[in-house]
Nanobody
Framework: QVQLVESGGGLVQPGGSLRLACEVSGLSFSLYAMTWHRQAPGKQRELVAA???????SYSASVEGRFTISRDNAKAMVYLQMNSLNVEDTALYYC???????WGKGSLVTVSS
């Protein structure tokens, strides 16, 4: 059974930083591309960042230069370092195995002064 568990969310002031983590189990993690998505209140879920099995990364325009996705294949973990956060980044953040219907329950990030 594939499981994804996100952690690291919380309340942060504008301009602050957070690091999300996602622990993956139940599959050969190193073989799969991983993504982070987010869903803000009243909006559709959107792709934020992706990392291929080989470590190549890509980002949405809204987070390029501020967020960094990374992975640790030995630990079956994927991370999202988020810097220079602003109120528009407030959302529930999910990790996902790219191309598969495997999702975590999400980690809430709230950016507010």
């Amino acid at each position: 059974q594939v499981q994804l568990v996100e952690s690291g969310g919380g309340l942060v002031q504008p301009g602050g930083s957070l690091r999300l983590a996602c622990e993956v189990s139940g599959l050969s993690f190193s073989l799969y591309a991983m993504t982070w998505h987010r869903q803000a209140p009243g909006k559709q879920r959107e792709l934020v960042a992706a990392v291929s099995s080989g470590g190549r990364t890509s980002y949405s325009a809204s987070v390029e230069g501020r967020f960094t996705i990374s992975r640790d294949n030995a630990k079956a973990m994927v991370y999202l370092q988020m810097n220079s956060l602003n109120v528009e980044d407030t959302a529930l953040y999910y990790c996902n195995v790219e191309g598969y219907p495997y999702w975590g329950k999400g980690s809430l990030v709230t950016v507010s002064s």
